[in-house]
Every structure is written in C-alpha cells, then in structure tokens.
C-alpha cells in the first residue's frame, strides 16, 4: 500500500530563516509526487508536481526536489505570507489517480 | 477561467440524516474526484468518477455514494451520517488523458455532524 510521511508535524521560523520539509514516499512505481499549500479552512491549492529522481522545480521562494525515496520542499527567505500546512501526495503509476496525502507540515513564519 | 467550485461551504446536520454535496470541476476537466479531510490530517480519497462511471474508490463504506452528470458535475452522497463523518470533505478535478493529471482542488465543505 501507497505510504506518505511528511517532518516535521509543525515549524516555526523567523522571517528569513530558510528551511526544509521532508516527504518520505513508498509506492510500488511513481506516477507523480504532487506538493499543495494549504490555508486553515481552505482546499489545497497546488504547488509542484515533479515526476522522476533529480528533477527540481522552483517558484518564488519555495523549490522542490526529488529523490527515489523522498523529496524535499526547501524554503528561501520565508516570508509571514508562507504560514500554511503543506501538503505532500503521491500518484502511483499502476492505473490508479488517487492521490494518496501525508498529513502535512504546518509552517509558521514570524515577523 | 472559473476554478473548482463546491457547494455547499458549510453544512450542519443531525446524526442518522443524510446529506447531498455538489462539484463543478474547472473548464476542460473531465474527472473528479472527492476526499475526506478530518481535522489535522491529510484528505483521504472517497471515490473518482469519469464518463459518469465510479472509476476508483476509496477505503469508506457504502454510505458513501456519488454520481457524475454529463456536464462532468457531481455529487457526493452520504446517508446515515454518523458522529465521525464530520469532516471537511474536498472535490478535485482534473483531465484524465492528455498529460493533464494533475487534481485542482475546489475550496470544500465543512460537514459537521451533531
């Protein structure tokens, strides 16, 4: 069966404090690994989908990598506006499009 | 370009009730999706329906039921509600072919169950 661990549970930086959030995935052949931001009471919005090892994919401050067996979200220069839990998923290969969640990082940025 | 809208945002009911909540996918998307999102956790999948067919489904019970229409809208029904059906409970759509498998999600309904 599809698993998903995402560390830490909860985060709090400074403005300005780079960091990373881990993803660790098994899934027997990897569609897709799929990041969301989401905001309390609000449906994830998407981020990245990145597709096999070494690929990287940035925007703004936020860049994601992967590797085999997990990916990583590494956040540059946060900003307040950054707090939010992320969210990471994986899509197997096998036919199936669920998309199977972590129970995300909660971010917290302070000014 | 309209995203994906759900109705509708919050809903209360009583437990043994029965409850309809509704999908518009975004423009060009085919397939939807729907999941359960308890508090502090991440969504777990229901179901997914394409061509109006349920074409995968999720570890809930037959409770849980949906339908799509031809317009690609659709509906998730849950009868005999029960205390832990309270949730936030999420639509995505998406396209199924054409390298457009990546899900949108709409912005949910707060189910709360008393």
């Known amino acids: 069966e599809d698993q998903v661990t995402q560390s830490p549970e909860a985060l709090r930086l400074q403005e300005g404090e780079s960091s990373s959030l881990n993803c660790s995935y098994t899934?027997?052949?990897?569609?897709?690994l799929f990041w969301y931001r989401q905001d309390p009471g609000k449906g994830p919005e998407f981020l990245f989908t990145l597709y096999s090892a070494g690929e990287e994919k940035e925007k703004e401050r936020l860049k994601a990598t992967l590797t085999k067996k997990e990916s990583f979200l590494h956040i540059t220069a946060p900003k307040p506006e950054d707090s939010a839990t992320y969210l990471c998923a994986v899509q197997a290969l096998r036919g199936n499009e669920k998309l199977t969640f972590g129970t995300g990082t909660r971010l917290t940025i302070i000014p | 370009d309209a995203g994906v809208t759900q109705s509708p945002t919050h809903l209360i009911k009583t437990r043994g009730q029965q409850v309809t909540l509704r999908c518009s996918p975004k423009s060009g998307h085919d397939t939807v999706s729907w999941y359960q999102q308890a508090l502090g956790q991440g969504p777990q999948f229901i179901f997914q329906?394409?061509?109006?067919?349920?074409?995968q489904r999720g570890n809930f019970p037959d409770r849980f039921s949906g339908h799509q229409f031809p317009n690609y809208s659709s509906e998730l029904n849950v009868n005999a509600l029960l205390l832990g059906d309270s949730a936030l409970y999420l639509c995505?759509?998406?396209?199924?072919?054409?390298?457009?498998?990546?899900?949108?999600f709409g912005p949910g309904t707060r189910l709360l169950v008393l």
């Open positions: 899934v027997s052949g990897l569609r897709g």
């Open positions: 329906y394409y061509e109006e067919e349920e074409r």
């Open positions: 995505a759509s998406s396209r199924l072919y054409g390298g457009q498998e990546t899900q949108y």
